[in-house]
């Protein structure tokens, strides 16, 4: 970004700011007043209030919380000019309120926004700190002042690092939201934050009680969908079924949100959901009523303040505020209004013991087109999430084995910027150009320093191998918690070309290679190979390779001009349209695809939507989630078989629409039981929405997705709906998984998939027309029986994380070829991180329950890797119970769908 179009966004949030400091900027102060005023005199417009509820209301007290929702990016950067006209401007207000009226509280969150205060504005930081009170001081630098007169005054309104989108990130991406988010404020501010604060965040997935719980926050205040975004426009067949399925979601003010392991948190929604100023009376009686009568409560809650570009509540707000609280305490029928905070808030509903409703479901989400918008986001996201979790496994390994210095520094800069651009405008893709850049920026630089330090601690582990041998040793790397047998690629330096490569096993077993890519390079030959590897739990195996004069006799892989077949499946391919028209899976007997529509092909839709994730309907009604009238791309300008070895079979499919272009490479794999496929698009259109389309042989009413840290099934209508890694349809004993590595939004019939690979509007932000080159990655993985049966999710982590070869030397070691450093037990059970601990050098293993299926979990820990003790912990790593252990094995109670957490505890002494 040049200075001209920084000092134009700086510009242009100062205006708002200015414009809202003097009080003519917006026109609903107009409203406010007139609000105030009516309130104040206890008028309404419609009929006077009854007896009854004057006395209710006389005993309720109405908790008004001065907040700012400051978007962190949005249309403009994530930089010092935005945290220096936008945070500090808002806290200098709201500081200027608190000095003046001494009963004033504001509510401000999200670490980002507050973290750079401490170099750049310190009287601001020390302010912050002030009106939070600490009770000792924690940084010499800035001391604490001491008590601030009314403890609190200032709250943290999160815990959480910042305002996250929810579905988007992993779930141990939303664990490290928590954890650092709340180390941040205990160890900077002196305070437990148990709130979470989510104003402006449009997806809340199921399991996201549990995170919260697991990690000290007890509560959940969000504000989407707001009534314009609570019904999608559905055809009359399916509105029944729809509501059906999310009238538990649409209505209910407070509540207790209840993950699937039973975790809970209260859950709520303000009257205001906007935030910004105050309701009408007659809105303000209504809810007070209606809260009080459905669920017996006797607080509500309001918000006041200037948002997304900061501000807060200027101070003739507040005076009118304090005018109404008067009138209240001159007797007029009136609720209690009362400046608040969201723990007093919180406090005040819990402290009575209300009878609130349970919601045990995942809560109505909105703006869906953020699942797909900026599609290079979310490929970043999701690479950047997997190779931290990989390096740190890694990492902690090498660590235990011979004392390698884990990179804590360098993992933690890197997760909180992973962290920031999950916030929830940036990873929706709903920023300017500069702002996406940033976040591409960020994702670059973990990538290229992340693989770099990888490649090290894997060096590092292999140093400590017998790879003594004939041939070439290399050590193939598995970063999960299960023996698997997959492809891997390695590159080798040879002396000169080769025709064939032989690979020996450490049992001595023969294994077909195949040379994939050679070419020479300073005098080295540089020659990529590829070959099926079996490798145990979170372990290695070592292989040797050496030249050879012929290629390995198999005939697992068959492969023509239109068609491939391993000993799985049967593809064949129509070569006038590109259509993949038949899948046979050859062990079940039956036809994978339907064979009354086109089986699978890319389809482009005409999407009506805007870079704001909004879709709409082609009338012009929002929100709007079902796609009709798809054109399939099937100008066809060849098909070619560009792959025939003894690992791996290609078929290459170019085509075109319009302006665009589009290479398909289908994949089949000696041994492996799914096909697998690579879309490059080369793309110049707008307000197209492109999909991944599969007519399936298999119907279901439902279907299942994976969401962070478990899975959900949702009805099968067609509405673009978000997963992970995976989504599946199963019946009657059969079912095929959609895998991807790098996409989220998907739309789902009875029987059909459809995986958005890239949508391109071009208003507001011109930016997300998605012009140039996108990659994806996908794989059909049929099965049968259900998706638990066929261990899909453990399909989908293998499918985003690829074995890892490491071409090394022949030496001696005290590690064997083949070894597990962890296992688990129980194909329903998930090692989903082994890290550092945040305070000490002891391990962190995190595992959680997949299949919704009560058990116990039996984790065993290579001799290897030393430790005296086993504590169970929670989520912050605080130390909860002794588990007992014996021989590098213990056993852990695990819940369905539960998120656990183990210290591995060393002795220091």
């Given amino acids: 970004m040049n200075r001209l179009e920084s000092f134009c966004i700086v510009l ?61 990016a949005w249309w403009w950067r994530y930089d010092p000019h935005t945290v220096d006209v936008v945070v500090s401007h808002t806290l200098e207000t709201a500081f200027a309120n ?64 910042c305002e996250f989108d929810g579905s988007l990130p992993c779930g141990e991406s939303l664990v490290r939201q928590c954890v650092y988010g709340k180390r941040y404020f205990k160890r900077h501010f002196g305070i437990d934050v148990k709130t979470a604060w989510f104003q402006d965040a449009w997806t809340h997935p199921w399991t996201l009680p549990q995170i919260l719980k697991k990690s000290g926050i007890d509560s959940y205040m969000y504000t989407r969908p707001r009534p314009s975004e609570k019904f999608m426009i559905v055809p009359d067949s399916l509105r029944e079924e729809y509501l059906a399925t999310y009238a538990n979601t649409q209505d209910d003010k407070m509540f207790w949100w209840e993950s699937p392991d039973g975790s809970r948190v209260f859950a709520y929604k303000p009257l205001n ?56 305490g001159e007797g007029a029928a009136l609720a209690e209004m009362k400046f608040s905070t969201p723990e007093r808030f919180v406090s005040a509903i819990k402290s009575k013991g209300n009878d609130l409703p349970v919601i045990n479901d995942e809560l109505y989400p909105t703006i869906r087109g ?18 931290l979790l990989t390096l740190e496994k890694f990492a902690s390994i090498a660590k235990a084995l011979d004392g390698y210095v884990y990179p804590q520094a360098w993992l933690k800069t890197a997760w909180e910027s992973v962290m920031l651009t999950q916030f929830h405008d940036t990873i929706s893709g709903t920023d300017v150009e500069p702002s996406i850049d940033d976040a591409l920026s960020r994702y670059a630089r973990i990538a290229t320093e992340g693989k770099a330090e990888l490649d090290k601690v894997l060096h590092s582990i292999a140093g400590r191998i017998n790879t003594d041998g004939k041939g070439m040793p290399i050590i193939v790397f598995n970063p999960h918690s299960w023996e698997r047998t997959d492809p891997v690629q390695v590159e080798l330096q040879l002396h000169k070309p080769v025709d064939h490569i032989r690979i020996r096993s450490s049992e001595n077993k023969r294994i077909p290679a195949q040379i994939i890519e050679q070419h020479v390079r300073d005098g080295v030959c540089w020659v990529k190979i590829l ?29 023509g001009t239109t068609m491939l077949e391993n000993e799985f499946f049967k593809v064949e391919v129509d070569p006038t349209n590109g ?47 079902l796609w009709n009238d798809p054109q399939c791309v ?112 998907h739309d789902i019939t009875p029987n059909s998939i459809r995986l958005s690979l890239l949508r391109s509007p071009d208003h507001p932000v011109y930016a997300t027309d998605e012009k140039g080159i996108h990659q994806v990655r996908y794989a059909l993985y049929p099965h049968q029986g259900d998706w638990r049966e066929a261990q899909t999710m453990r399909r989908g982590y293998e499918f985003n994380d690829p074995l890892i070869g490491v071409s090394t030397e022949n030496h001696p070691g005290d590690l064997p070829v083949r070894h597990s450093f962890v296992t688990v037990e129980g194909a329903n059970v998930i090692i989903s991180a082994l890290k550092k601990a945040e305070d000490s050098d002891d391990l962190i293993l995190r595992l959680y329950e997949s299949d919704g299926k009560d058990g116990i979990g039996k984790i065993g820990l290579s001799p290897f890797i030393e430790f005296n003790a086993v504590h169970l912990t929670d989520l912050l790593e605080n130390e909860l119970a002794c588990i007992d252990h014996d021989d590098h094995q213990f056993e852990l109670n695990i819940g369905r769908y539960a998120i656990e957490s183990c210290k591995l505890i060393s002795d220091k002494y």
Wanted: glycine residues 8%.
């Fill in 273 to 328: 959901l906007g935030g910004e100023n105050l309701p009408d009376v007659e809105n303000l009686h209504q809810y007070l009523l209606e809260i009080n009568s459905q669920y017996g409560v006797v607080d509500g809650l309001t918000l006041i303040g200037v948002g997304n570009h900061g501000g807060g509540a200027i101070q003739a707000d507040v005076e009118r505020m304090r005018q109404v609280m008067q009138q209240r």
């Fill in 579 to 625: 259509v993949v028209k038949r899948i046979i899976d050859k062990q079940a007997k039956r036809e994978v695809l339907s064979q009354t529509e086109n089986g699978h092909c890319v389809q482009i839709f005409e999407d009506h939507g805007d870079a704001e994730g909004f879709l709409i309907s082609p009338k012009g009604f929002g929100e709007y989630y």
């Fill in 531 to 559: 070959f099926i590897a079996q490798v145990p739990s979170l372990g290695y195996a070592v292989y040797w390779a050496e030249p050879a004069k012929s290629a390995e006799s198999i005939h697992a892989l068959k492969a």
């Fill in 370 to 387: 953020i699942y797909t918008t900026a599609s290079e986001i979310k490929s970043g996201n999701r690479h950047s999430e997997n190779l």
């Fill in 98 to 161: 608190m000095e003046k009226f001494p009963d004033y509280t504001f509510t401000f969150l999200q670490t980002p926004a507050i973290e750079p205060l401490e170099e750049r504005h310190p009287d601001l930081f020390y302010k912050m700190r002030y009106y939070v009170h600490n009770e000792a001081a924690i940084n010499e630098r800035l001391p604490n002042p001491g008590p601030s007169g009314l403890n609190g005054r200032l709250a943290i309104g999160s815990g959480t690092y």
């Fill in 12 to 72: 242009l949030v100062s205006g708002y700011l200015i414009g809202s400091a003097f009080g003519q900027q917006p026109e609903y102060y107009d409203t406010y007043n007139e609000t105030v005023k009516k309130y104040s005199e206890g008028a309404s417009d419609d009929e006077p209030l009854s007896v009854k509820s004057s006395e209710i209301l006389k005993g309720m007290t109405l908790h008004v919380i001065p907040q700012t929702h400051i978007d962190l």
């Fill in 634 to 745: 099937d100008q066809v300008e060849e098909v070619n078989l560009v792959e025939s070895g003894a690992v791996r079979a290609a078929l290459q499919i170019k085509m075109k629409f319009q302006l665009a272009r589009f290479i398909q490479r289908i994949y089949l794999y000696a041994g492996i039981p799914r096909i697998e496929l690579e879309t490059v698009l080369d793309w110049n259109g707008k307000n197209k929405m492109v999909k991944a389309a599969f007519a399936l042989n298999v119907r279901s009413d439902s279907a299942t997705y994976e969401i962070p840290y478990g899975t959900i099934a949702r009805p099968s209508i067609g509405e673009e709906q978000v997963a992970q890694k995976w989504v599946d349809i199963s019946d009657d004993g059969y079912g095929v998984s959609l895998l991807n590595d790098s996409r989220y939004g």
